[in-house]
């Protein structure tokens, strides 16, 4: 059991680095994974291998670390460092990603209702995970041809995240795999709608100035349309 779950988190970490056109495939690929570990039996031998390695494991760093790498974007582009993408497209992305997962993720937990590891309701997806990987996702996208580095740190915080989520008992690891897949294919999906509203948007301004203070640094953001 060890192995076949350091194998599908290895899947998560570096398939979606290695090619930045092809997400769709991996998507799938994810998809597939998680269905084949909806049975019973890769249930009961993930309950098992908890049971006798895990249980004395508690960490809620997960609840936080599904957002670092927006953060991480986020801080990329306060520190100067640029991308491909103005601030307002960036904005827009992330609005039409985030309501994208937000929708399939809530969706499939109350239609499904699947009930998690440690017997309470809405299993499936981990929507910590979809969280993780859409921020990871936008990441490479934002980053990866310049600095694959970048974005493989992407993919390693997200596959941390779902890790987690698993450890903690409070996912299936086809849960964990279905969330990657939705929240890859939501940053795909607001990609490929954001250029169709483009014409209306450019009548919009976006302005963000970065505020550096002693004991936090922030963001002012103003959004006319």
Same mark, same amino acid.
């Given at each position: 059991?060890?192995? *076949? /779950?350091?194998? /599908?988190?290895?899947?998560?970490?570096?398939?979606?680095?290695?090619?930045?056109?092809?997400? !769709? =495939?991996?998507?799938?690929?994810?998809?597939?994974?998680?269905?084949?570990?909806?049975?019973?039996?890769? *249930?009961?031998?993930?309950?098992?291998?908890?049971?006798?390695?895990?249980?004395?494991?508690?960490?809620?760093?997960?609840?936080?670390?599904? =957002?670092?790498?927006?953060?991480?974007?986020?801080?990329?582009?306060?520190?100067?460092?640029?991308?491909?993408?103005?601030?307002?497209?960036?904005?827009?992305?992330?609005?039409?990603?985030?309501?994208?997962?937000?929708?399939?993720?809530? +969706?499939?937990?109350?239609?499904?209702?699947?009930?998690?590891?440690?017997?309470?309701?809405?299993?499936?997806?981990?929507?910590?995970?979809?969280?993780?990987?859409?921020?990871? %996702?936008? &990441?490479? %996208?934002?980053? +990866?041809?310049? =600095? $694959?580095?970048?974005?493989?740190?992407? =993919?390693?915080?997200?596959?941390?995240?779902?890790?987690?989520?698993?450890?903690?008992?409070?996912? !299936?690891?086809?849960?964990? #795999?279905?969330?990657? #897949?939705? +929240?890859?294919?939501?940053?795909?999906?607001?990609? !490929?709608?954001?250029?169709?509203?483009?014409?209306? &948007?450019?009548?919009?301004?976006?302005?963000?100035? $970065?505020?550096?203070? $002693?004991?936090?640094?922030?963001?002012?953001?103003?959004? #006319?349309?």
């Amino acid at each position: 059991m060890k192995n *076949k /779950i350091i194998g /599908i988190l290895f899947l998560f970490i570096s398939i979606p680095s290695l090619a930045q056109n092809k997400a !769709w =495939y991996y998507v799938a690929g994810l998809s597939t994974a998680s269905a084949i570990l909806y049975t019973d039996f890769a *249930k009961n031998e993930q309950k098992n291998y908890y049971q006798n390695n895990l249980q004395s494991f508690h960490s809620s760093a997960d609840d936080l670390l599904q =957002y670092s790498p927006t953060l991480l974007n986020i801080g990329l582009h306060l520190a100067g460092i640029k991308d491909n993408q103005k601030p307002k497209e960036l904005f827009t992305i992330f609005l039409i990603g985030t309501g994208t997962y937000t929708v399939m993720t809530q +969706g499939l937990k109350y239609a499904i209702n699947e009930t998690r590891p440690d017997g309470t309701d809405h299993s499936f997806p981990s929507g910590h995970t979809t969280t993780a990987f859409f921020g990871a %996702r936008m &990441l490479d %996208r934002a980053y +990866g041809k310049q =600095y $694959p580095l970048i974005s493989v740190g992407g =993919y390693a915080l997200a596959t941390a995240t779902g890790a987690m989520r698993i450890a903690n008992n409070k996912h !299936w690891a086809t849960d964990v #795999a279905m969330g990657a #897949a939705i +929240g890859i294919a939501s940053a795909e999906i607001a990609h !490929w709608i954001y250029p169709k509203l483009k014409k209306s &948007l450019d009548k919009t301004s976006l302005n963000w100035e $970065p505020i550096v203070a $002693p004991n936090y640094y922030a963001a002012r953001v103003s959004y #006319a349309f």
